[in-house]
């Protein structure tokens, strides 16, 4: 009999986990906090996986924390002290990111890294699946959370879509106003007399 398996799972909501909230985490202290408050992008771990409950990331995370240091436009944390920090491998044909935290100028910037590391699942397709969760600061009201697992090839053109449904004005600031569609007057419209001229 075959398992059952999950196609597609999307979840966008408003949430209370904000800036402060990961920067008051029991395993974020000192240098830590001070990263975590003031970074555009915070790598944060899960709080609610594996058979004790600690705090985690997913394997392979300490390499996309490289990627991002690379990077000079955008300051980047780990939400979680050093000595804290572990990484917990799942056994599934899925690829989990850690979860992210960016402000809504970043998201940009998050969205080419992830991009990158999607085209290397979609250039060896061993996972099937993608997992991951993006938190957006608006800077003004509440976080937007938007949970995703589905296949690779769409998950970046959903996660963007469903921020901007949420965060309209965040389209704006990265791509500037877009045009208004304009609809020519009858005046302007060519007529066929004029074409047989």
């Known amino acids: 009999m075959p398992l059952d398996q999950t ?5 966008v909501s408003e949430t209370g986990k904000s800036r402060d909230y990961w920067a008051t985490r029991p395993w974020v202290s ?3 906090q001070a990263a975590v408050r003031s970074a555009d992008i915070v790598i944060v771990p899960w709080e609610d996986r594996g058979a004790e409950q600690t705090p985690s990331f997913p394997t392979g995370t300490a390499v996309l924390v490289r990627q991002f240091a690379k990077l000079s436009d955008v300051t980047v944390a780990v939400g979680i002290d050093r000595d804290r920090y572990a990484e917990l491998a799942l056994h599934a044909n899925i690829k989990r990111f850690p979860m992210f935290f960016v402000t809504a100028v970043a998201l940009p910037i998050l969205t080419t ?3 990158n590391e ?3 699942i979609l250039d060896d397709p061993s996972p099937s699946v993608v997992e991951m969760e993006v938190i957006v600061d608006p800077q003004h009201g509440k976080c937007i959370s938007v949970q995703y697992k589905g296949p ?6 959903t996660l963007t879509r469903e921020i901007d449904k949420c965060l309209p004005r965040h389209s704006e600031e990265v791509q500037g106003p877009q045009p208004s569609a304009k609809v020519p007057s009858p005046k302007t419209v060519p007529t066929d007399e004029k ?3």
């Not at 196609?7 to 979840?11: A, D, N, Q, S, W």
């Open 118 to 120: 999607i085209q290397k």
């Open 152 to 157: 690779p090839g769409d998950a970046l053109e």
């Open 30 to 32: 000192g240098e830590t």
């Open 7 to 11: 196609l597609l799972k999307l979840e």
């Open 195 to 197: 074409k047989a001229s």
């Open 113 to 115: 890294v992830i991009a």
